[in-house]
C-alpha cells in the first residue's frame, strides 16, 4: 500500500522545505559526481556561486514548487575557460540542504540552465527548478 495525503498536505510539505532552508540561500555549482547525499561532503570544484531571492520558490500548488524570481550564480576563478556543471547544491550556512543534477534545457535535469559550461565571471542564469511531493494528491 502507498500512503496517500489531500493537496493541502503536500503543498503544505513543500512549502515547509523552503521554510526549513530559510531566505536567500546559496546557490552553488559543483563539477565531478554529485555526492551521495547532502551530508556527504562536498565533490568535484565549486564553479559558480549565487544567493537566490528572499522568497526563491513560489507558494505550492498542485503538489509542486517552482523557483521564484531570477536565479543567477556567477562563475569562480577555479571555473577557468569552462568548466561543465554536473551538479547543484542548495546551501544555508554552510550547510547543505538541497542537491541535484544540472543540464542545459530539455536535458532532463532537475535544474536546467542557459549554460553548463561556466567560466570565471560568467553569468549563468537558471531557467527551471520545481520540486514536487513524492505522492501523489488524493
Not at 565571471?121 to 520545481?130: I, K, S
Request: aromatic share 6%; hydrophobic share 40%; charged share 10%.
Amino acid at each position: 500500500m502507498t500512503v496517500q495525503y489531500s493537496a493541502d498536505v503536500n503543498n503544505a510539505a513543500l512549502d515547509a522545505k523552503e521554510t526549513a532552508i530559510g531566505t536567500a540561500p546559496t546557490l552553488e555549482f559543483w563539477s565531478g559526481s554529485k555526492p551521495a547525499n547532502c551530508a556527504a561532503a562536498d565533490t568535484g570544484t565549486k564553479l559558480a556561486t549565487g544567493v537566490l531571492p528572499s522568497n526563491w520558490m513560489a507558494d505550492a500548488a498542485a503538489a509542486s514548487k517552482a523557483k521564484a524570481g531570477i536565479w543567477s550564480v556567477t562563475g569562480l576563478a577555479a571555473a577557468g575557460t569552462g568548466t561543465a556543471v554536473t551538479y547543484f547544491r542548495i546551501t544555508q550556512s554552510g550547510t547543505c540542504h538541497m542537491q541535484g543534477s544540472v543540464t542545459v534545457t530539455g536535458g532532463g535535469g532537475d535544474m536546467t540552465v542557459d549554460n553548463t559550461s561556466i567560466a570565471e565571471n560568467q553569468v549563468a542564469v537558471v531557467n527551471t527548478f520545481t520540486i514536487a511531493t513524492a505522492t501523489a494528491n488524493t
